[in-house]
């Protein structure tokens, strides 16, 4: 490639993200200023849902931050950011929701959960290792360490595309459990949906980053066999 595919190339690996997370957070801002019509709050919306599934022992807290909302199947804690533990908008139902779908799919050992799961070993490692063996193995012109940097890496980029059908299926529970439990009206369903959309968004964005990257590498390391 080129100087300038491969400014293109970086470019495009820097807005892709950013784009994202802009389109998260314009979301975000536009529903959370929306009220649903049950008045229910973020922290309401998870305890109704997940007492609908029989997760009486689930329990839910209120953690810092902004979208730092997650579930813990460790300790079987939903967590929800301040907003969205107190807010009653459509964003703070839409992700309460999402996050309890992950407690569904946990209590059910939803496949790609368990998968995605079992991963977090080797993703967490090559995440954080992969770049170092992989440009150190080319700068001193050891062809083995960077096809083992290749393969750390390509167990992150694993634990990414298995992230994908996690969270589409913990979106497609949430709305499910929104509209079955009435806690938003068929008016509503469209605009909640988008919240959830635009949150989905930044997990492809994260996959096609991981993927280019690594097909990056491969490239590079068969080149340098030929």
Do not use: C
Not at 29 to 52: C, H, N, P, W
Not at 72 to 93: C, E, I, T, W, Y
Not at 123 to 146: D, K, P, R, W, Y
Not at 205 to 226: G, K, P, Q, T
Request: no cysteine; glycine share 6%; aromatic share 10%.
């Amino acid at each position: 490639m080129g100087l300038g595919t491969y400014l293109i190339y970086f470019a495009l690996l820097l807005i892709i993200p950013i784009w994202a997370q802009s389109r998260v957070k314009n979301t975000y801002k536009k529903y959370s200023k929306k009220v649903t019509s049950s008045f229910m709050s973020g922290a309401q919306v998870a305890r109704k849902i997940l007492d609908e599934n029989g997760l009486y022992d689930v329990q839910i807290e209120e953690t810092r931050g902004m979208l730092t909302d997650h579930y813990d199947p460790r300790k079987k804690v939903v967590r929800l950011s301040s907003g969205n533990f107190h807010g009653q908008s459509m964003a703070a139902a839409a992700i309460a929701a999402h996050e309890v779908g992950h407690a569904i799919q946990d209590a059910e050992e939803y496949a790609f959960l368990k998968f995605r799961s079992a991963l977090v070993p080797a993703a967490n490692f090559g995440s954080n290792t992969a770049i170092f063996i992989i440009i150190g193995g080319f700068l001193f012109n050891q062809m083995n360490l960077v096809l083992l940097g290749i393969i750390f890496m390509a167990a992150a980029v694993l634990f990414q595309l298995v992230t994908l059908p996690v969270e589409f299926n913990a979106s497609s529970r949430a709305m499910t459990q929104l509209v079955t439990t009435g806690i938003i009206q068929n008016n509503e369903e469209r605009e909640t949906k988008k919240v959830l959309d635009a949150a989905a968004l930044t997990y492809v964005a994260a996959a096609l980053v991981a993927v280019a990257e690594l097909i990056r590498f491969v490239l590079m390391y068969v080149a340098s066999n030929e």
